[in-house]
């Protein structure tokens, strides 16, 4: 099971994610300095943004993270090629691409296999997770684009872009069990509901190797105040004197 020890620990699996497509650049700069304050694993921000997130965290150990074919992810390969070569030119750490979601349906699986690993090919040792949007799968489908994305390369499957309707956190774990299940050697990053830390912790303990949500600096802040911040002092015993 997992056990988060301490506030530092827990941010280190989270992404903090601000893909809002209205953020004006002094929004994201103050973004990019709560994310400062707890060290997060990673930034999850819009290509617009990546060179602005790359001077901002320079001095900091946080990746990164911008999105490809997104959030619908019914681009051409060559498109999403082009996209991800932007962004590793512009400094992006690691890319979340949106898979063919069409390609599922038709069960194309091949075309996603080679659309994958074409991009994976370009970035070579960074990492690539792929969203393949559970809330709009079958959980067949599920495990058989799990199966083509884990046999292309990518790193990470990714549960969803966040622009859909979150899951309850049973339909959460029957995802993460259906990807361990299919894709035995691929991690998790699981996106949508993980908007509060109980939320949070019953995601990493399913599995999970690591959230993207947009409430990342509450979910850190209200773990450490809970657990690090509070201070209890003993109430004073008095003992009689025997007789």
């Not at 949106?98 to 075309?111: C, E, I, R, T």
Request: net charge negative; proline share 3%; aromatic share 8%.
């Amino acid at each position: 099971m997992y056990q988060i020890k301490n506030s530092k620990e827990l941010a280190n699996v989270i992404e903090y994610t601000n893909l809002n497509n209205t953020a004006t650049e002094a929004e994201m700069k103050e973004f990019l300095e709560r994310a400062k304050e707890f060290d997060f694993r990673a930034v999850v921000i819009n290509p617009t943004f990546v060179p602005l997130a790359k001077e901002a965290l320079k001095d900091t150990n946080i990746k990164v993270v911008t999105v490809i074919g997104f959030p619908l992810g019914f681009e051409s390969t060559e498109s999403k090629i082009g996209e991800a070569k932007a962004a590793i030119d512009n400094g992006a750490d690691e890319l979340d691409m949106v898979v063919n979601l069409s390609y599922v349906k038709d069960k194309k699986y091949d075309k996603i296999k080679e659309e994958v690993s074409k991009v994976k090919e370009l970035l070579g040792d960074k990492i690539l997770k792929v969203i393949i949007e559970t809330q709009a799968l079958e959980d067949s489908e599920k495990a058989e684009v799990s199966k083509a994305i884990e046999e292309a390369g990518a790193d990470y499957i990714k549960t969803s872009t966040g622009f859909v309707s979150a899951p309850t956190i049973y339909e959460t774990v029957n995802d993460i069990n259906i990807v361990q299940r299919y894709a035995p050697s691929i991690k998790i990053k699981v996106s949508s509901g993980a908007d509060t830390y109980k939320i949070a912790n019953q995601i990493l303990t399913a599995g999970a190797d690591t959230i993207g949500t947009t409430n990342g600096y509450q979910i850190v802040k209200d773990y450490r105040n809970l657990r690090e911040n509070t201070q209890v002092t003993p109430k004073p015993i008095t003992f009689s004197d025997d007789e």
